[in-house]
């Protein structure tokens, strides 16, 4: 067996820095895109090479659509963005005390013990 030199043909290699590939744009918007406005795609290796500009964006820009074989499946969002889109909360209560005021106190779980059934040898 030989050793493997080189990154050339990996799926993970990196890129050179300053490189032509490191300025490239993520691709317009197309029209058929309707109800994201003006949400730039991102496809998911663009994305995951380039996380940090997607982040950078997301808190600059907005919202930034990320596609995974050619459909919709998620939008990078900043933090505050999401605060403003998520509901005013409530404070929560802690799960022992939402399962105190519930009526799972009154259900009877007991159950009369289980000892098999006879079977004819």
Do not use: H
Not at 102 to 117: C, F, K, N, Q, S
């Amino acid at each position: 067996m030989g050793a493997k030199t080189g990154n050339k043909g990996k799926a993970g290699a990196r890129r050179p820095r300053g490189g032509k590939a490191a300025r490239k744009a993520p691709p317009r918007l197309s029209a058929g895109c309707a109800g994201f406005g003006a949400l730039r795609p991102w496809k998911l290796e663009d994305a995951k090479a380039r996380f940090s500009e997607v982040v950078r964006r997301a808190r600059a820009e907005g919202p930034q659509r990320v596609t995974y074989r050619g459909e919709d499946a998620v939008v990078v969002i900043a933090v505050d963005e999401l605060a403003r889109l998520l509901p005013a909360g409530r404070p929560r209560k802690p799960l022992v005390d939402f399962l105190q005021a519930t009526a799972l106190g009154e259900i009877d779980v007991g159950r009369a013990p289980d000892r098999g059934r006879d079977l004819d040898l």
